[in-house]
């Protein structure tokens, strides 16, 4: 599954990548920061046969989706909104030992429980974007049929949600 | 034991991964920041599948994995539009004010 140091290269990028999004003041940091992230995940899906997802990780999460979020934090000029500076002391130390625990757990049960264990099968995958589309259009036809009435109701709802009212000028007044 | 790469440095860094997308779910207050936090938390998700699905020799994973990135968009979409409408009404999107519902 990948060469030891290809994957503490990456691991190093990907988590310093994440505590950047976490402590970063500005959004629009945050943000470029979980592009890196995003890419280095790509990668990861590269080295474990995965070209088709790493390909849709690119353009739909590092692509798409973050550029919907760095238009919308431009749009709200929220760039500087509720940075690490406004959390109050206990909070951050709450959040600090709840993380510190999941990670304890995690650890204890690895060493106890000896990993996840089982031999990695040595059989190549067929993971081609090909194979993958065969296996979605043969054994998962319900579930993709769902994603497209999801992305449907979805765009209905942001559509309806965006639309700005003919009265908004009064309901801003009200607001005053 | 570090010659080579198992399926358990993938679910460690998965770990990590999800475990600093719940700090910045519980440590910021922006809400665009948290939401940013739980695009982490489904991608540290995703990679454990993908690492599975290859230590499986499963490609189920990976098609797990593309249901999980297409609703993700879906939420994205609908998310940042709420967002986009509360900051329209209250002028912030600071999840401390947004307390109309406290009793």
Redesign the interface.
């Known amino acids: 599954m990948g060469n030891p140091i290809l994957f503490l290269i990456l691991a190093v990028i990907a988590v310093g990548s994440a505590l950047g999004m976490l402590l970063s003041r500005n959004a629009i940091y945050s943000a470029l920061f979980l592009v890196l992230n995003f890419v280095t995940i790509a990668v990861f899906y590269l080295v474990l046969n995965a070209p088709f997802i790493a390909m849709v990780q690119i353009t739909v999460y590092a692509g798409a989706i973050m550029v919907l979020f760095l238009f919308v934090i431009m749009l709200l000029g929220a760039e500087r909104l509720g940075g690490v500076g406004a959390v109050r002391d206990w909070e951050w130390a709450t959040a600090a030992l709840l993380g510190a625990v999941l990670v304890l757990v995690f650890i204890l049960e690895m060493v106890l429980g000896k990993g996840v264990g089982g031999t990695e099968t040595a059989v190549f995958v067929d993971s081609s974007p090909t194979a993958l589309g065969l296996r979605l259009f043969e054994a998962y036809v319900f579930p993709f049929e769902l994603t497209g009435v999801l992305l449907l109701i979805a765009m209905i709802g942001v559509v309806v949600l965006g639309r700005t009212k003919k009265r908004g000028k009064h309901v801003q007044h009200s607001n005053n | 034991m570090?010659?080579?790469?198992?399926?358990?440095?993938?679910?460690?860094?998965s770990?990590?991964?999800?475990?600093?997308?719940?700090?910045?779910v519980?440590?910021?207050?922006?809400?665009?920041?948290i939401?940013?936090?739980v695009?982490?938390m489904l991608?540290s998700a995703?990679?454990a599948f993908?690492?599975f699905?290859?230590?499986?020799?499963?490609?189920?994973g990976?098609?797990l994995?593309?249901?999980v990135?297409?609703?993700?968009?879906?939420?994205?979409?609908?998310g940042?539009?709420?967002?986009?409408?509360i900051?329209r009404?209250k002028h912030?999107?600071?999840?401390?004010e947004l307390n109309v519902l406290k009793g």
């Open positions: 570090f010659s080579t790469v198992t399926i358990d440095w993938y679910v460690a860094l770990v990590l991964l999800f475990t600093i997308g719940a700090m910045g519980l440590m910021r207050r922006n809400a665009i920041i939401f940013m936090s695009e982490m991608n995703n990679l993908v690492a699905a290859r230590h499986l020799g499963d490609l189920d990976q098609v994995t593309f249901f990135i297409t609703v993700a968009a879906a939420e994205v979409a609908v940042l539009a709420l967002i986009v409408t900051f009404t912030s999107i600071s999840i401390d």
